[in-house]
């Protein structure tokens, strides 16, 4: 059975504080995904990585940057906490060959509330 | 630009009756089309999907879709819907040109 593990359901953090969301698949696939939910807008892509160490931005990047030391891991980082990056955080995983035809299957997510 | 459009933000329907959820794209060739389900606490799955052949595709648990290219639609259908689908639904396009947008999702409640 796949499996795409975001480490933590829910994160409280205070503003200014660096935050670290992790993610593990272990379908060996080649391209992971950071998407950001939001009522009313839906996911929106913060960034993707296609293979190890490489990286791609997405349509809403600003404030997060993103590691990919490891294929099975890729981590969200968040330099330095808003409150308006209070949100629902979602990882994805698919494998090789562009991200419109292979499904993505995704984590639980996790929900960070930043104070 | 692209775009995914669910005109319905929240149905109501009552456990057995028929179910038929929303979608319209925006693209100028055809898409890659999906729809994917959440479950309250749970992350999407992917429900079924449409790349090219028979414009009615069926997916798991029991859905299906049609895509109307005329239309620019890909609305998803159930005969009789369970208490178990109430989630929230998302459709997703996929573009020629390596893009991926998903719609602002459809939230389903059942009532018995």
């Known amino acids: 059975d796949v499996k795409v593990t975001q480490s933590s359901r829910y994160l409280v953090k205070r503003t200014g504080e660096k935050v670290f969301l992790e993610c593990v698949q272990d379908?060996?696939?080649?391209?992971m995904f950071w998407y950001r939910q939001d009522p009313g807008l839906g996911l929106r892509l913060i960034y993707f990585?296609?293979?190890?160490?490489?990286?791609e931005k997405g349509d809403i990047p600003e404030g997060y940057s993103v590691s990919r030391e490891k294929k099975e891991r890729f981590s969200l980082i968040l330099e330095s906490a808003s409150t308006n990056q209070t949100s629902m955080y979602l990882c994805?995983?698919?494998?090789?060959?562009?991200?419109?035809?292979?499904?993505?299957?995704f984590g639980a997510g996790t929900r960070l509330s930043v104070l | 630009a692209q775009s995914v459009t669910q005109p319905d933000i929240h149905i109501t329907v009552s456990e057995g009756a028929s179910l038929e959820l929303r979608c319209n794209y925006s693209?100028?060739?055809?898409?890659?089309l999906f729809w994917y389900v959440q479950s309250p606490g749970q992350g999407l799955q992917l429900l079924l999907k449409y790349f090219s052949g028979d414009t009615l595709v069926q997916g798991i648990k029991g859905f299906e879709a049609e895509f109307k290219r005329s239309q620019s639609s890909f609305n998803l259908r159930k005969p009789s819907v369970h208490w178990s689908d109430a989630a929230e639904y998302f459709c997703?396009?996929?573009?020629?040109?390596?893009?991926?947008?998903f719609g602002t999702g459809t939230s389903l409640t059942v009532i018995p």
């Open positions: 990585s296609y293979d190890v160490k490489m990286k």
């Open positions: 994805a995983s698919s494998s090789a060959g562009g991200r419109v035809k292979n499904i993505q299957y």
């Open positions: 693209y100028g060739a055809t898409p890659y």
């Open positions: 379908m060996d696939h080649e391209n």
């Open positions: 997703a396009v996929g573009t020629t040109g390596n893009q991926f947008y």
